[in-house]
Nanobody
Framework: QVQPVESGGGLVQAGGSLRLSCAAS????????VGWFRQAPGKEREFVAA????????AYADSVKGRFTISRDNAKNTVYLQMNSLKPEDTAVYYC??????????????????WGQGTQVTVSS
């Protein structure tokens, strides 16, 4: 089974940028759709962005649309989340999730089988 491994989190000032990476461990991401989700303290996990296996289809939460970009490099077995114009409300643990599906993306967390351990993103005001 594939194991997503996130990296790239950290502390950044409001207005700054970070790029998160999600690498496949154990197996490749070949055939897997991937999503990014986040969870802030005291809040439920929420959808951030998703990408199909081919990379041809993407989706974003309204709260990040126009600021975040999801992409993937299947040759490197890595999915990225470029986060620009960060706001304090983007502070959360960001999780990468994967599910075998060669056709679609999905925004619903319960439709992903494999989850990473998360990476902390903190945006200071």
């Amino acid at each position: 089974q594939v194991q997503p491994v996130e990296s790239g989190g950290g502390l950044v000032q409001a207005g700054g940028s970070l790029r998160l990476s999600c690498a496949a461990s154990g197996r490749t991401f070949n055939g897997y759709r991937v999503g990014w989700f986040r969870q802030a303290p005291g809040k439920e996990r929420e959808f951030v962005a998703a990408i199909s296996w081919s990379g041809g289809s993407t989706a974003y939460a309204d709260s990040v649309k126009g600021r975040f970009t999801i992409s993937r490099d299947n040759a490197k077995n890595t999915v990225y989340l470029q986060m620009n114009s960060l706001k304090p409300e983007d502070t959360a643990v960001y999780y990468c999730a994967a599910h075998f599906d060669v056709n679609n993306y999905n925004v619903r967390s319960f439709l992903y089988n494999y989850w990473g351990q998360g990476t902390q993103v903190t945006v200071s005001s």
